[in-house]
């Protein structure tokens, strides 16, 4: 599970690449980059970063941000996780 995993989709309003770096000490870091397509042309691309803990529960890795915020994610391969409850698909970066 260690290592880098993205996943690039688009969401209605524009395009989303979410890069999540996995370290084998229990941290991630996370960056969310919004291309906009629409409305938002002024300021077309947006970042975010988040960075937190992670841990694997049976086929189910689970993320919790710096706020608290918990993601879930299902082991679909060792080259692939899928967030529960979306159809977004990550893969090794």
């Given amino acids: 599970m260690v290592g880098c995993w993205r996943s690039t989709w688009n969401d209605g309003n524009g395009n ?27 300021n077309p691309i947006r970042r ?11 086929n189910y890795l689970i993320k919790r941000d710096e706020n608290g915020s918990r993601s879930t994610y299902e082991l679909i391969s060792p080259y692939q996780m899928q967030l529960v409850g979306s159809s977004v698909v990550y893969g090794r970066c």
Avoid: K, P, R
């Avoid at 996370?30 to 291309?35: A, S, V």
């Fill in 48 to 58: 975010f970063n988040y960075s937190g803990t992670w841990i694997l529960d049976g």
């Fill in 16 to 42: 989303v690449t979410i890069t999540i770096q996995l370290n084998s000490d229990g941290q991630f870091q996370q960056e969310n980059i919004l291309i906009d397509v629409g409305a938002n042309l002024m």
